[in-house]
């Protein structure tokens, strides 16, 4: 939501690509399960008078009706603008006036509510982290003004190429299934959406038994029990729901999204129907996605359409595996003539890796990156805070940095070549093109 | 000379409650090559990077352009190592590479297991002298940058309203163009120029290692001084030397293209972090501009709801001064002129009256702790090392924060009332136009 708000940073330094940050991380924490159903994992790192709190509360945009869309995330908006006792001026300025951050958004999953304070101040930062969690006021005032705040943001997304494309390509692919929904909603959904609705949906999922809370850095066992007894243990256990979502299924043909705007770049998506987390094959599909267009300057889509050809700038390919469902997208932009082009280099290359075994040396370099780089993924508490959350939301278990190297080291050519067979399509897909359409001529 | 070092640090510690001097040690080579190694044993990674000092202020006017470009070029072979060898090897390793490119320097990093140093090492030491440049190559990697203006810039409105304002703001200074480029200069590109560029600045003496991370620095330094000791030193480089010239009255443009919601961008012009006033400068954009709390936020977006966002900042890491810039993208059906006029009477408030002393001390506690927090990635702490060292030496890093604590309310008032005019200020619209119809 606060994208555009200090642009200049980025603007001032151009990248030979876009800089994406690994973030997974493993291992040492302690987890337990606290009385009121809590899941809490530790790790203590004294390296830095610094203490980073994740809270992960199963409140996404899954869990929302469908006619509702961008109530998961305006309920997780609200959270630090006004509490029982609190302004949403007190809080910010509470926190801020000693360095702090005490954050909260949206996502299709979980909602995420992170706080990062100085050693010396994590008093307050508990204090500050429940109130906002456990007694938020949802004025009407507040609920006003943050709709009026998000529909602008939709507004202003609508001048961004990349993420028009990107909301084509997920309404297309998941369909009815709330993966297909933007998170923030709609301009027409917000005004459906009552503070009644907040209240009870905030109610019936911001629970206890449904939260995943991950502290890291410059505390204790005893310290953090002392805080969390405090502040935490009046939060009551309830029943929820269990969750059933519509299976997503692939479309029997092609579908081709054009959406005209005066660009000079066609932004391109090609993709379809992935893997959910828990699939077996998500490490084959990891070495394999690695190979295809997830390896940065390595993968064969970014050697071709990029080195080769100079088409583009960012050429990438990712599978996107979440809880209950998933997708595969490779994309890029490149100037409006070259369109056909550059779709076309893609088509070859999926069927490339579809068709063909990848060569040893492929196979080698793509494992020995996801293993060797696991130890930058838990370098600094902030990574390690994330890591750890996503590994207790999957379920992965505390000896995931071992068994992921095993996993990876497990994976053959064959586990290669039958995953791309299995799930890379490239009859049945979605393609979704943003750019002058005049200019770009397609041929799909 | 190392002991007087570590007994200056030691004193720092002794007087301040939190620790914030910088173990970093210092080296130079005999070649001129300069290594700065700050050894952080949290986790056992570590990054190496390679600062140039070259960057679009050592350009002409025509062939803007070619820092960026040779930093895209870097990654493509050496006579040593084949084509498209670097990544590779890096990511074999399991590391990660990339590089960045500003008005000031170009910098080239690698971050992985701190066992793996080798590596980077050698390979940075190789393409500083040996990298093959073939006319074919550099005009296809020339297609790439284009698009990626194309990308960055073309079709992001606001990003040209930024770039304009910069070449408005300046008159005869190169801060006024783009690092990227301007596009037609890339279309017209020789590589001749390229390869001068390269032959020019890409020497021991114009160049700056740091590396951070669970490194032991004596077997850093063994291993740089192997790998780049051999080096010979380069002609001395001669700077860059350009002083704007004074602006005498307000600038003011605007930018008509396909977009949803207007923006406006004003560029004061400010002295850099080297100056005594810049310590005020960065009080008075966090007081104005940092957090929910800060007085834009409270004002055009929380109290008027005429912004969907609002910001400013000091722009103090130059080497020549820069930038005070405040921005704001208006909310859908506010007027521009009202969000323009929200944030002068802020700006015209704070010239007037003092900030609080508890806002100047939020201020001050935020800078710090995020000083604190940057060091929780050894990437940043290097970033920051660099970026200092740039400018004028990476101890203004520890004097900055001291700096900082010195700041009185009416250190903010008055660097308000100094700097903060309207006759040094540059200002751009975006004005929103329907798509297709221009």
Same mark, same amino acid.
Request: with cysteine.
């Given at each position: 939501?606060?994208?555009?708000?200090?642009?200049?940073?980025?603007?001032?330094?151009?990248?030979?690509?876009?800089?994406?940050?690994?973030?997974?991380?493993?291992?040492?924490?302690?987890r337990?399960?606290?009385?009121?159903?809590?899941?809490?994992?530790?790790?203590?790192?004294?390296?830095? %008078?610094?203490?980073?709190?994740?809270?992960?509360?199963?409140a996404?945009?899954?869990?929302? %009706?469908?006619?509702?869309?961008?109530?998961?995330?305006?309920?997780?908006?609200l959270?630090?603008?006004g509490?029982?006792?609190?302004?949403?001026?007190?809080?910010?300025?509470?926190?801020?006036?000693?360095?702090?951050?005490?954050?909260?958004?949206?996502?299709?999953?979980?909602?995420t509510?992170?706080?990062?304070?100085?050693?010396?101040?994590?008093?307050?930062?508990?204090?500050?982290?429940?109130?906002?969690?456990?007694?938020?006021?949802?004025?009407e005032?507040?609920?006003? +003004? +943050?709709?009026?705040?998000?529909?602008?943001?939709?507004?202003?997304?609508?001048?961004?190429?990349?993420?028009?494309?990107?909301?084509?390509?997920?309404?297309? *692919?998941?369909?009815?299934?709330?993966?297909?929904?933007?998170?923030?909603?709609?301009?027409?959904?917000?005004?459906?959406?009552?503070?009644?609705?907040?209240?009870?949906?905030?109610?019936?999922?911001?629970? %206890?038994?449904?939260?995943?809370?991950?502290? *890291?850095?410059?505390?204790?066992?005893?310290?953090?029990?002392?805080?969390?007894?405090?502040?935490?243990?009046?939060?009551?256990?309830?029943?929820?729901?269990?969750?059933?979502?519509?299976?997503?299924?692939?479309?029997?043909?092609p579908?081709?999204?054009?959406?005209?705007?005066?660009?000079?770049?066609?932004?391109?998506?090609?993709?379809h129907?992935?893997?959910?987390?828990?699939?077996?094959?998500?490490?084959a599909?990891?070495?394999?996605?690695?190979?295809?267009?997830?390896?940065?300057?390595?993968?064969?889509?970014?050697?071709?359409?990029?080195?080769?050809?100079?088409?583009?700038?960012?050429?990438?390919?990712?599978?996107?595996?979440?809880?209950?469902?998933?997708?595969?997208?490779a994309?890029?932009?490149?100037?409006?003539?070259?369109?056909?082009?550059?779709?076309?280099?893609?088509?070859?290359?999926?069927?490339?890796?579809?068709?063909e075994?990848?060569?040893?040396?492929?196979?080698?370099?793509?494992?020995?990156?996801?293993?060797?780089?696991?130890?930058?993924?838990?370098?600094?508490?902030?990574?390690?805070?994330?890591?750890?959350?996503?590994?207790?939301?999957?379920?992965?278990?505390?000896?995931?940095?071992?068994?992921?190297?095993?996993?990876?080291?497990?994976?053959?050519?064959?586990?290669?070549?039958?995953?791309?067979?299995?799930?890379?399509?490239?009859?049945?897909?979605?393609?979704?093109?943003?750019?002058?359409?005049?200019?770009?001529?397609?041929?799909? | 000379?190392?002991?007087?070092?570590?007994?200056?640090?030691?004193?720092?510690?002794?007087f301040?409650v939190?620790?914030?001097?910088?173990?970093?040690?210092?080296?130079?080579?005999?070649?001129?090559?300069?290594?700065?190694?700050?050894?952080?044993?949290?986790?056992?990674?570590?990054t190496?990077?390679?600062?140039?000092?070259?960057?679009?202020?050592?350009?002409?006017?025509?062939?803007?352009?070619?820092s960026?470009?040779?930093?895209?070029?870097?990654?493509?072979?050496?006579?040593?190592?084949?084509?498209?060898?670097?990544?590779?090897?890096?990511?074999?390793?399991?590391?990660?590479?990339?590089?960045?490119?500003?008005?000031?320097?170009?910098?080239?990093?690698?971050?992985?297991?701190?066992?793996?140093?080798g590596?980077?090492?050698?390979?940075?030491a190789?393409?500083?002298?040996?990298?093959?440049?073939?006319?074919?190559?550099?005009?296809?990697?020339?297609d790439?940058?284009?698009?990626?203006?194309?990308?960055?810039?073309?079709?992001?409105?606001?990003?040209?309203?930024?770039?304009?304002?910069?070449?408005?703001?300046?008159?005869?200074?190169?801060?006024r163009?783009?690092?990227?480029?301007?596009?037609?200069?890339?279309?017209?590109?020789?590589?001749?120029?390229?390869?001068?560029?390269?032959?020019?600045?890409?020497?021991?003496?114009?160049?700056?290692?740091?590396?951070?991370?669970?490194?032991?620095?004596?077997?850093?330094?063994?291993?740089?001084?192997?790998?780049?000791?051999?080096?010979?030193?380069?002609?001395?480089?001669?700077?860059v030397?350009?002083?704007?010239?004074?602006? +005498?009255?307000?600038?003011?443009?605007?930018?008509?293209?396909?977009?949803?919601?207007?923006?406006?961008?004003?560029?004061?012009?400010?002295?850099?972090?080297?100056?005594?006033d810049?310590?005020?400068?960065?009080?008075?954009?966090?007081?104005?501009?940092?957090?929910?709390?800060?007085?834009?936020?409270?004002?055009?977006?929380?109290?008027?709801?005429?912004?969907?966002?609002?910001?400013?900042?000091?722009?103090?890491?130059?080497?020549?001064?820069?930038?005070?810039?405040?921005?704001?993208?208006?909310?859908?059906g506010?007027?521009?002129?009202?969000?323009?006029?929200?944030?002068?009477?802020?700006?015209?408030?704070?010239?007037?009256?003092?900030?609080?002393?508890?806002?100047?001390?939020?201020?001050?506690?935020?800078?710090?702790?995020?000083?604190?927090?940057?060091?929780?990635?050894?990437?940043?702490?290097?970033?920051?090392?660099?970026?200092?060292?740039?400018?004028g030496?990476?101890?203004?890093?520890?004097?900055?924060?001291e700096?900082?604590?010195?700041?009185?309310?009416?250190?903010?008032?008055?660097?308000?009332?100094?700097y903060?005019?309207?006759d040094?200020?540059?200002?751009?619209?975006?004005?929103?136009?329907?798509?297709?119809?221009?």
């Open positions: 939501m606060m994208k555009k708000m200090r642009p200049l940073i980025l603007l001032l330094i151009c990248s030979i690509t876009l800089f994406i940050p690994l973030s997974y991380a493993g291992g040492i924490a302690d337990e399960v606290l009385a009121n159903g809590i899941t809490l994992l530790h790790a203590e790192k004294t390296g830095l %008078p610094l203490v980073t709190v994740v809270i992960a509360v199963k996404g945009s899954i869990a929302e %009706p469908a006619e509702k869309s961008g109530l998961a995330n305006l309920t997780a908006d959270l630090n603008e509490t029982k006792t609190r302004s949403s001026k007190e809080i910010s300025d509470a926190i801020e006036f000693v360095g702090g951050s005490l954050d909260a958004s949206g996502g299709t999953d979980y909602v509510v992170s706080l990062s304070v100085l050693k010396k101040d994590v008093g307050l930062g508990f204090d500050l982290l429940s109130d906002i969690i456990l007694n938020p006021a949802f004025s005032a507040e609920i006003q +003004r +943050r709709k009026t705040s998000i529909k602008n943001s939709i507004i202003q997304q609508k001048e961004e190429p990349g993420i028009i494309a990107a909301k084509a390509f997920a309404e297309a *692919v998941f369909g009815k299934n709330p993966y297909g929904r933007p998170v923030e909603g709609t301009e027409v959904s917000l005004d459906r959406i009552t503070r009644e609705e907040i209240i009870t949906f905030h109610q019936e999922h911001y629970l %206890p038994n449904e939260t995943i809370m991950t502290v *890291v850095g410059d505390i204790s066992k005893g310290e953090l029990h002392a805080l969390l007894d405090r502040y935490f243990m009046n939060w009551q256990r309830r029943e929820c729901k269990e969750l059933s979502l519509p299976e997503p299924a692939f479309g029997e043909k579908q081709v999204v054009k959406i005209q705007k005066t660009l000079a770049q066609a932004n391109i998506i090609l993709g129907l992935g893997i959910k987390r828990d699939n077996p094959d998500y490490y599909v990891s070495v394999m996605n690695y190979i295809l267009g997830g390896g940065g300057f390595v993968s064969r889509l970014m050697d071709n359409i990029r080195d080769n050809k100079g088409l583009a700038y960012d050429v990438h390919s990712s599978f996107s595996a979440s809880k209950y469902a998933g997708s595969f997208q994309g890029l932009q490149t100037k409006n003539e070259s369109a056909n082009t550059a779709i076309g280099e893609i088509f070859k290359e999926i069927e490339r890796i579809r068709t075994p990848v060569s040893d040396r492929e196979l080698n370099d793509a494992k020995s990156y996801l293993t060797g780089s696991f130890p930058l993924r838990i370098d600094s508490n902030k990574k390690i805070a994330g890591f750890l959350t996503a590994v207790e939301y999957y379920g992965l278990g505390l000896d995931y940095v071992d068994n992921y190297r095993k996993l990876i080291e497990a994976v053959s050519k064959d586990d290669v070549l039958r995953v791309a067979g299995k799930y890379l399509n490239t009859n049945s897909y979605v393609l979704v093109v943003v750019g002058d359409l005049e200019k770009a001529a397609l041929k799909y | 000379m190392k002991i007087l070092r570590l007994l200056i640090v030691f004193v720092v510690l002794l301040h939190h620790a914030y001097a910088l173990d970093v040690a210092e080296y130079t080579l005999k070649n001129g090559l300069k290594v700065l190694i700050l050894e952080d044993h949290k986790a056992p990674t570590a190496f990077q390679i600062w140039y000092r070259v960057g679009s202020r050592d350009e002409d006017i025509g062939k803007t352009g070619l960026h470009l040779l930093e895209h070029m870097m990654f493509k072979g050496t006579k040593t190592h084949g084509p498209k060898t670097f990544s590779q090897a890096i990511q074999r390793a399991g590391g990660t590479d990339n590089a960045f490119t500003s008005k000031e320097y170009t910098g080239y990093f690698e971050l992985l297991a701190s066992d793996r140093m590596l980077p090492i050698e390979l940075e190789d393409r500083m002298r040996n990298l093959v440049l073939t006319k074919e190559a550099v005009l296809s990697e020339r790439v940058v284009m698009e990626e203006r194309r990308l960055r810039y073309e079709d992001d409105p606001q990003s040209l309203v930024y770039e304009e304002a910069m070449a408005v703001a300046f008159m005869n200074h190169p801060y163009w783009p690092v990227i480029g301007w596009m037609s200069d890339l279309r017209d590109l020789n590589p001749e120029d390229l390869i001068n560029h390269y032959r020019t600045y890409y020497a021991p003496n114009n160049a700056v290692i740091i590396v951070v991370g669970d490194v032991r620095k004596e077997e850093i330094l063994s291993k740089v001084t192997d790998a780049f000791g051999d080096i010979p030193a380069g002609p001395l480089i001669k700077a030397k350009i002083e704007e010239e004074e602006q +005498r009255g307000e600038r003011r443009f605007y930018v008509k293209k396909e977009a949803e919601l207007p923006f406006i961008i004003s560029a004061y012009k400010v002295p850099d972090i080297k100056h005594a810049s310590f005020a400068l960065e009080v008075l954009g966090s007081i104005l501009s940092e957090g929910k709390s800060s007085r834009l936020y409270q004002k055009l977006v929380y109290e008027q709801q005429i912004a969907l966002s609002a910001w400013a900042s000091y722009e103090g890491f130059h080497k020549d001064p820069f930038l005070f810039l405040t921005g704001a993208t208006a909310a859908s506010k007027n521009i002129e009202d969000v323009e006029k929200a944030i002068n009477d802020e700006i015209e408030k704070i010239k007037k009256t003092p900030p609080s002393d508890r806002e100047v001390q939020r201020a001050k506690n935020q800078i710090e702790a995020s000083f604190i927090m940057g060091q929780d990635s050894i990437y940043m702490q290097a970033r920051m090392i660099g970026s200092f060292e740039m400018i030496g990476w101890r203004l890093w520890e004097r900055y924060l700096g900082i604590r010195k700041v009185s309310p009416e250190d903010v008032r008055r660097v308000a009332e100094k903060l005019v309207s040094a200020r540059t200002t751009g619209i975006l004005i929103p136009v329907r798509d297709g119809k221009k």
